[in-house]
């Protein structure tokens, strides 16, 4: 039944979105530059043309055209909509949004991102992007950056599975390295605590409170079981468990991650969100204040002093969150892009020109 919500979700959402042109409730636009105090005349502002309808005249059926893409995909399996909102969010936390997580390797040296282990094999929805790609290379070659593709099909993602709205600048321009060994370097673990996390998206330029907002995209889609195990098994030399981890929801994760893990090669994968794993929903910090948060990442925001307020500022202002949740999308979207004439846009997501 599930299935079904969703499924009538999809299908209201998809009316909402093809008729109404998009009400943007966010408009992304820079501050104006401060007077200047000299009687010099100024030069105008160097304008970056990274912002909202790039694509408005040059491919105006850009943000179409990956909608209907990332429609297909989500309505076959929800999972590729977390799938694309994870890769998005991997690709601005290495060398910035510029579409490197979605390169191949090359043979002979260093494996691109996306051959770390950390992508490989659990991030998904590389076929999608590749599909948007292919369409558009038809009817607009050359012209709409990967990188784009994928920051605008992580925002279709939010939409068709959790309503939520938000305009995305266009502009970013597609990179020429992928690096495997920068992923480790870049991306938070699961075992860090409230503390690490927050230094970690410091580094990006993001707040303590957009750390804590975009961890609810953790409300939908799944984890494979050695991401948590250490909460089932050998917590540490006091406690067997974790005791931050609701016990009967330990009980069920140790069901579904038979230990030990290490005697298996096999990794299975549990929800994330253990009370509605395919919508995008603020029901992630509910679970995170009933002690059933699945990652040390997850339950620690709730168990920190330093995060424990807005965790539980989000179970109560559901719009609030979602608000501040497309905000920090764009923003996290927007971490040390390629602009203008930098980088290139690329003719295949797989391969540099
Ligand atoms: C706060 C630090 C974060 C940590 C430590 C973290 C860690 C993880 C881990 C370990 C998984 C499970 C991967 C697997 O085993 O398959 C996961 C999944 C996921 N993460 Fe995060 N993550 C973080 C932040 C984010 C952010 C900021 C986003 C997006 C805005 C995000 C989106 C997702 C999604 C959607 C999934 C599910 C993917 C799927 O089902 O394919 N995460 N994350
Ligand atoms: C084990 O973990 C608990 C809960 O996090 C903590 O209070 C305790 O100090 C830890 N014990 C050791 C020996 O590290």
């Not at 579409?99 to 590389?126: C, H, M, Q, W």
């Not at 303590?208 to 540490?236: K, P, Q, W």
């Not at 949740?325 to 040390?336: K, L, P, T």
Request: proline share 7%.
């Amino acid at each position: 039944m599930n299935s079904l919500a969703l499924l009538s979700c999809l299908i209201l959402c998809f009316s909402v979105f093809t008729d109404a042109s998009y009400k943007y409730s966010y408009d992304y636009t820079s501050p104006p530059p401060p007077p200047k105090k000299s009687g010099y005349p100024s030069l105008p502002p160097k304008k970056s043309t990274f912002g909202i309808g790039f694509y408005s005249k040059s491919c105006p059926q850009a943000e179409g055209i990956i909608r209907k893409a990332v429609f297909k995909a989500v309505l076959m399996n929800p999972g590729f909509a977390a799938g694309i909102i994870r890769m998005h969010f991997h690709d601005c936390f290495i060398r910035g949004c510029d579409g490197s997580v979605l390169l191949d390797s090359v043979p002979g040296k260093e494996t691109a991102e996306k051959d770390s282990p950390i992508n490989n094999p659990s991030l998904r929805g590389f076929g999608v992007i590749d599909e948007a790609k292919a369409l558009l290379e038809k009817v607009c070659p050359h012209t709409v950056s990967c990188a784009d593709i994928l920051a605008y099909a992580a925002r279709d993602s939010a939409f068709f599975v959790g309503g939520i709205k938000y305009a995305v600048p266009g502009g970013r321009r597609d990179g020429r390295v992928s690096l495997s060994s920068e992923v480790i370097q870049n991306l938070p673990p699961p075992f860090f605590d409230a503390k690490q996390l927050e230094d970690n998206f410091k580094a990006k330029g993001l707040s303590l409170d957009e750390m804590v907002t975009l961890s609810g995209a953790h409300s939908i889609g799944v984890s494979h079981c050695s991401a948590f195990s250490n909460r089932l098994y050998g917590f540490n030399t006091t406690h067997p468990q974790d005791p931050s981890l609701d016990t009967r929801y330990a009980s069920f994760l140790k069901n579904k991650c038979p230990r030990p893990m290490s005697d298996t090669q096999d990794d299975p994968i549990v929800n994330l969100d253990v009370s509605s794993p395919i919508h995008l929903d603020n029901k992630y910090y509910l679970n995170l204040r009933n002690h059933k948060g699945l990652l040390t990442s997850d339950q620690t925001l709730y168990e920190s002093p330093l995060t424990s307020k807005l965790v539980l500022n989000n179970v109560k202002f559901r719009s609030t969150w979602t608000r501040k949740f497309a905000n920090a999308m764009v923003h996290m979207g927007s971490i040390e892009i390629l602009t203008d004439n930098k980088g290139e846009i690329r003719k295949n997501c797989h391969f540099i020109n």
